[in-house]
C-alpha cells in the first residue's frame, strides 16, 4: 500500500493495531505484539500514546515482544532498543512491565544461546505474534537478520553488517561506537506472526524495497522471505515505493 505521507500511514497501521488489541480484550484473550525500533514506527507509537491517553485504550492485557537489541549494551544506555521502547511508548501506556519483553544485550556470550532459546519459548507460552511491526534496513535485514541469515533462523546473536553500522554512527557520534553485534529474533520466527506489517519511508528505501518486493527469495535479501507470508502489508510512502 503506498500512502502519500507517512504520517498517515502510521496512523493507519496503528489503528489496525489498536483494533486488535480491542476485539481480543472482547473475547478476554490476551494481545501478542512483535515490536520495532528505528526511526520508521516513531509515529505509530505516538499515535498508539494518543489513544491510550485520548480513547483509553487498554494496555492491561497487551504482551510485548521486541525483535532484536544490541550486544553488550546495558538497557539503560540511551543507545540501547530497551531504552527507545520506554521513551517511545512503554513509559506512556498502561502495558505491564512483567509483559515486557526484550531480548537482553547485557548478558555474558555462554549465555546468550539459552538466553535466545527462552526468547522462543516465551513468544511459544505466549500463544505466538498475533502481529508484527517491522521495519527495514538499506542491507535488506528485518530485525538484525543480516544478509546470510536463511528462512528456518530463530532468535540468535548476529554480526552486524558494515553498512548498518554506517547508518547506526550518526545515532551513536561515530561507528566506532556502535556495537558490532546484536541479538535478534530469527526470520522463522517474524514469519510466525499472523500478521506482518513493514514500513519503510523515503527515497533511501526504495532501492531496498524493489528488491524485497519484486527480487527472488534469497539469503542475501532476507527481507524477501516475507514473500513466503500469507499476511503481511508494505505500508510505503511515494518515495520509498518509487522503484517498483
Ligand atoms: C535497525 C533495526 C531494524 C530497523 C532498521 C531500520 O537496524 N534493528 O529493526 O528496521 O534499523 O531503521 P529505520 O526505521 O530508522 O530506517
Known amino acids: 500500500e503506498v500512502f502519500k505521507d507517512s504520517g498517515k500511514a502510521s496512523i493507519a497501521v496503528a489503528h489496525e493495531m489498536a483494533q486488535l488489541i480491542r476485539a481480543k480484550a472482547g473475547r478476554g484473550e490476551k494481545c501478542v505484539l512483535g515490536l520495532a525500533t528505528g526511526s520508521s514506527p516513531i509515529r505509530v507509537y505516538a499515535e498508539l500514546v494518543r ?13 510485548t515482544f521486541n525483535l532484536d537489541e544490541y550486544f553488550q549494551l546495558e538497557p539503560g544506555s540511551r543507545h540501547s532498543y530497551w531504552y527507545f521502547m520506554h521513551e517511545h511508548l512503554f513509559n506512556h501506556v498502561n502495558v505491564r512491565p512483567k ?16 538466553h535466545c532459546m527462552d526468547y522462543e519459548a516465551r513468544i511459544d507460552q505466549a500463544g505466538g505474534l498475533d502481529f508484527q511491526l517491522l521495519g527495514i534496513g538499506r542491507t535488506g535485514h528485518v530485525g538484525f537478520n543480516e544478509p546470510g541469515s536463511n528462512s528456518r533462523s530463530l532468535t540468535r546473536l548476529i554480526t552486524l553488517d558494515h553498512l548498518t553500522r554506517v547508518d547506526a554512527a550518526g545515532d551513536f557520534q561515530g561507528i566506532s561506537n556502535v556495537p558490532t553485534r546484536a541479538i535478534t529474533m530469527g526470520i522463522q520466527t517474524i514469519n510466525k506472526a499472523r500478521r506482518i506489517v513493514l514500513l519503510a519511508w523515503g527515497h533511501k528505501k526504495a532501492e531496498i524495497i524493489q528488491r524485497t518486493v519484486e527480487g527472488e527469495r534469497t539469503s542475501e535479501i532476507p527481507a524477501t522471505y516475507l514473500q513466503d507470508h500469507p499476511n503481511v502489508t508494505f505500508l510505503l510512502d511515494e518515495e520509498s515505493s518509487a522503484d517498483l
Open 99 to 114: 509483559n515486557i519483553n526484550i531480548p537482553k544485550g547485557n548478558i555474558p556470550l555462554d549465555e546468550v544461546y539459552q
Open 51 to 63: 489513544m491510550h491517553k485520548e480513547e483509553g485504550l487498554d494496555f492491561a492485557h497487551v504482551i
